[in-house]
T-cell receptor, first 111, second 118 residues
Framework: GNSVTQMEGPVTLSEEAFLTINCTYT??????LFWYVQYPGEGLQLLLKATKADDKGSNKGFEATYRKETTSFHLEKGSVQVSDSAVYFC??????????FGSGTRLSIRP | NAGVTQTPKFQVLKTGQSMTLQCAQD?????MYWYRQDPGMGLRLIYY???????DKGEVPNGYNVSRLNKREFSLRLESAAPSQTSVYFCASSEAVGWSIGGTDTQYFGPGTRLTVL
């Protein structure tokens, strides 16, 4: 069946550091891919998405590229801020499995 | 604009008790969803409603029932709570009717209900 695997956290970085959170997936067909973010005490919010191979999703300085050849959708940001501290979820959608979320990666940014 | 609201925010139940989690959205969305979030795991879909009057099972429906009361409201009921149902429950909504073929429909989440079953 379809699945999503994220790097385990927590990830702790200093402010202005470069961020990568790895996400790989297993799916038949051509799923859509998403990154959601959950700030403390809140529900999830869509951060970015990509619906076909080689698409790049971007928002708030975050980027992720849909790589079909490596079945990956890694999240990157060039310079993180304390306000980026949150839990990040990679997810995929396919008509067969509906939406599947990864287990989440907690990110903490030190001032 | 309140978006997606959930009540209650916290609840403690004893094993065997029943309760209903309420969810409402004011965005005129067609689809609504219930998820549970457990430590170390992603969200898992319990039930969803692709449109008013329809409901379908998700990945983990056992022990739950749902009602799509109208277009705005989608409730989740635990008839006989068990400790395994201790979790954080999220309601979400999206504009599309059903699962869009492209799967690009953005879901909007409520703040969650933290449920503990003793």
């Amino acid at each position: 069946g379809n699945s999503v695997t994220q790097m385990e956290g927590p990830v702790t970085l200093s402010e202005e550091a470069f961020l990568t959170i790895n996400c790989t997936y297993t799916a038949t067909g051509y799923p859509s891919l998403f990154w959601y973010v959950q700030y403390p005490g809140e529900g999830l919010q869509l951060l970015l998405k990509a619906t076909k191979a080689d698409d790049k999703g971007s928002n708030k300085g975050f980027e992720a590229t849909y790589r079909k050849e490596t079945t990956s959708f890694h999240l990157e940001k060039g310079s993180v801020q304390v306000s980026d501290s949150a839990v990040y979820f990679c997810a995929l959608y396919s008509s067969a499995s509906k939406i599947i979320f990864g287990s989440g990666t907690r990110l903490s940014i030190r001032p | 604009n309140a978006g997606v609201t959930q009540t209650p925010k916290f609840q403690v139940l004893k094993t065997g008790q029943s309760m209903t989690l309420q969810c409402a959205q004011d965005m005129n969305h067609n689809s609504m969803y219930w998820y549970r979030q457990d430590p170390g795991m992603g969200l898992r879909l319990i039930y969803y409603s692709a449109s008013e009057g329809t409901t379908d099972k998700g990945e983990v429906p056992n022990g739950y029932n749902v009602s799509r009361l109208n277009k705005r409201e989608f409730s989740l009921r635990l008839e006989s709570a068990a400790p395994s149902q201790t979790s954080v429950y999220f309601c979400a909504s999206s504009e599309a009717v059903g699962w869009s073929i492209g799967g690009t429909d953005t879901q909007y989440f409520g703040p969650g209900t933290r449920l503990t079953v003793l």
